[in-house]
């Protein structure tokens, strides 16, 4: 009996000893959860972060009403790993007080994004955007490209801007407040169908990537191992999600805002496998999908960079 319960106490202890080990992270994400997040419910749902002793809490900018970008949030510590775009790695490192991100991975193997405008309004092509509105989420870079996009079509680039509250931006166009604004082809697109969009890459802009899954200098020094962990998860998430729509489309839906529940979530997972990659090419960044964007840029007079492409991401093999 004695050693019997002794064993069951060391059989609690070292489960005790193993979950003390797991490794938390925060992950603060772009947006509010949506089919780009997909891969992160179903890997903490699925258990695929718990198997490599992660613990993941993730972060939607609801929480606090976008008061801050998912990059400043690793700036202030309130996340360890955050979801956003090129432009917010090179924004960070460009300004005054310069601050190290980095790239670990990108959800998506080419851009997905568009200009969208309701197809009622008789715009088009971007040109028609002179005069029009735009409903813009206030990144640093974000006007500048969307008046450079008018301009290559033949435009003045005159186009009047507005900033309504970020988390409420869709929703401006959507009920024809506003003309245009930048959406995600694999989720607004999906949502509102009878949209004319423009991508950027049809107008000799080549965008990048969007979203980066990126962190901090001082996170990659300090638990490396956890992040290739992380990301080792995370791809497993993205690649169970689309081999089995119907289950991932049910964890996904439990965390979706009410206005969002009335997407067609297969649909939205159908539209986005062919660019979330496979097994062995998911999260993989090429370096000259950065180095076109940072030419394109400086050729543009939107920002001077001089740096080695090679210190914006930290490739680790997951």
């Given at each position: 009996?004695?050693?019997?319960?002794?064993?069951?106490?060391?059989?609690?202890?070292?489960?005790?000893?193993?979950?003390?080990?797991?490794?938390?992270?925060?992950?603060?994400?772009?947006?509010?959860?949506?089919?780009?997040?997909?891969?992160?419910?179903?890997?903490?749902?699925?258990?695929?972060?718990?198997?490599?002793?992660?613990?993941?809490?993730?972060?939607?900018?609801?929480?606090?009403?976008?008061?801050?970008?998912?990059?400043?949030?690793?700036?202030?510590?309130?996340?360890?790993?955050?979801?956003?775009?090129?432009?917010?790695?090179?924004?960070?490192?460009?300004?005054?007080?310069?601050?190290?991100?980095?790239?670990?991975?990108?959800?998506?193997?080419?851009?997905?994004?568009?200009?969208?405008?309701?197809?009622?309004?008789?715009?088009?092509?971007?040109?028609?955007?002179?005069?029009?509105?735009?409903?813009?989420?206030?990144?640093?870079?974000?006007?500048?490209?969307?008046?450079?996009?008018?301009?290559?079509?033949?435009?003045?680039?005159?186009?009047?801007?507005?900033?309504?509250?970020?988390?409420?931006?869709?929703?401006?166009?959507?009920?024809?407040?506003?003309?245009?604004?930048?959406?995600?082809?694999?989720?607004?697109?999906?949502?509102?169908?009878?949209?004319?969009?423009?991508?950027?890459?049809?107008?000799?802009?080549?965008?990048?990537?969007?979203?980066?899954?990126?962190?901090?200098?001082?996170?990659?020094?300090?638990?490396?191992?956890?992040?290739?962990?992380?990301?080792?998860?995370?791809?497993?998430?993205?690649i169970y999600s689309v081999n089995n729509v119907q289950e991932s489309s049910e964890i996904l839906y439990k965390y979706l805002s009410e206005d969002d529940k009335k997407i067609?979530?297969?649909?939205?997972?159908?539209?986005?496998?062919?660019?979330?990659?496979?097994?062995?090419?998911?999260?993989?960044?090429?370096?000259?999908?950065?180095?076109?964007?940072?030419?394109?840029?400086n050729l543009n007079k939107i920002e001077k960079i001089d740096f080695d492409i090679k210190d914006f991401y930290f490739k680790l093999d997951f």
């Open positions: 009996y004695i050693f019997r319960l002794t064993n069951i106490r060391y059989e609690k202890a070292k489960e005790c000893q193993m979950n003390n080990n797991n490794i938390k992270l925060r992950l603060a994400l772009d947006w509010t959860p949506n089919i780009n997040h997909i891969g992160f419910y179903v890997a903490k749902e699925k258990g695929f972060f718990k198997e490599l002793n992660i613990d993941v809490e993730i972060i939607s900018p609801k929480t606090d009403n976008y008061k801050y970008s998912p990059a400043k949030k690793i700036e202030l510590y309130l996340a360890d790993i955050a979801l956003c775009p090129t432009e917010s790695i090179i924004s960070f490192r460009t300004k005054k007080k310069p601050f190290k991100l980095y790239a670990l991975a990108t959800i998506f193997q080419r851009d997905i994004s568009a200009i969208a405008v309701v197809k009622s309004n008789n715009i088009k092509s971007p040109k028609d955007l002179d005069g029009r509105s735009y409903a813009s989420y206030g990144a640093r870079y974000e006007d500048l490209i969307v008046r450079q996009l008018i301009k290559n079509d033949g435009g003045k680039g005159d186009v009047k801007i507005y900033y309504p509250e970020r988390l409420g931006v869709w929703n401006t166009v959507a009920n024809n407040k506003y003309d245009s604004t930048w959406i995600f082809l694999n989720w607004e697109g999906i949502e509102k169908p009878d949209l004319k969009y423009f991508k950027l890459s049809d107008f000799n802009i080549p965008y990048s990537y969007s979203p980066l899954i990126t962190t901090s200098s001082k996170l990659i020094n300090e638990k490396k191992s956890s992040i290739k962990m992380f990301l080792k998860a995370t791809k497993k998430g993205f067609n979530l297969k649909n939205a997972i159908n539209f986005s496998r062919k660019y979330f990659g496979s097994q062995d090419s998911f999260g993989k960044i090429n370096e000259n999908v950065f180095s076109k964007f940072f030419q394109w840029l």
